[in-house]
Antibody
């Protein structure tokens, strides 16, 4: 079974740091790009960061660039979060990206999603 | 960045109804458009990828169409378990932006 399990969410004070982890199983981790997506309470989905299958291409949302760092190593995805503020309070999801570029179908999509881990930034 | 606009933001429907949700991209994204369903307290779940391909295990009452900048998600014969929030997402470019969501509520 393909599975992603996040951990590391916690209550942290403004200005603090946190490191999220995502353990992948049931698929060849090194063959897929990975992403982090978050959802603030009562809000929509916000894409945060992308890392290619080999880890050599990384992209960030403007809202987290310079504060968050995505990384990966054998079977695990990470998100180092620094200089956290109340606006970073959210459920954070680890997501596998599948890409196909063919004659009939071309695209990239997110599946599966982890169960999410809650990060609360508050004093 | 590519902006994704869904309409309506919410709707009320009855079991058995046909529901249509639209998603418009701020520029052409070919068919790099995905749809996700999210139920309260749960992670999103992929329904449709590449604009019109049904994800394995998703009921056939869900269908997607469109290309370029205009897309639709259609739910035929709405079932009780379909009451949820639906998001479109473009995967043509980074950042991989989402629509603001459409909540389907019970009438």
């Amino acid at each position: 079974e393909v599975q992603l399990v996040e951990s590391g969410g916690d209550l942290v004070q403004p200005g603090g740091s946190l490191r999220l982890s995502c353990a992948a199983s049931g698929f060849t981790f090194s063959s897929h790009a990975m992403n982090w997506v978050r959802q603030a309470p009562g809000k929509g989905l916000e894409w945060l960061a992308y890392i290619s299958s080999r880890g050599d291409t990384i992209h960030y949302a403007d809202s987290v660039r310079g504060r968050f760092t995505i990384s990966r190593e054998s079977g695990s995805l990470f998100l180092q979060m620094d200089s956290l503020g109340p606006e970073d309070t959210a459920v954070y999801y680890c997501v596998r990206e599948t890409s196909i570029f063919g004659v009939v179908i071309s695209g990239n999509w997110f599946d599966p999603w982890g169960q999410g881990t809650l990060v609360t930034v508050s004093s | 960045d590519i902006q994704m606009t869904q309409s309506p933001s919410s709707l009320s429907a009855s079991v058995g109804d046909t529901v249509i949700i639209t998603c418009r991209a701020s520029q052409s994204i070919n068919t790099f458009l995905n749809w996700y369903q999210q139920k309260p307290g749960r992670a999103p779940n992929l329904l449709i990828y590449a604009a019109s391909s049904l994800q394995s295990g998703v009921p056939s009452r869900f269908s997607g169409s469109g290309s370029g900048s205009d897309f639709t998600l259609t739910i035929s014969s709405l079932q009780p378990e379909d009451f949820a929030t639906y998001y479109c997402q473009q995967s043509y470019a980074v950042p991989r932006t989402f629509g603001q969501g459409t909540t389907v509520e019970i009438k």
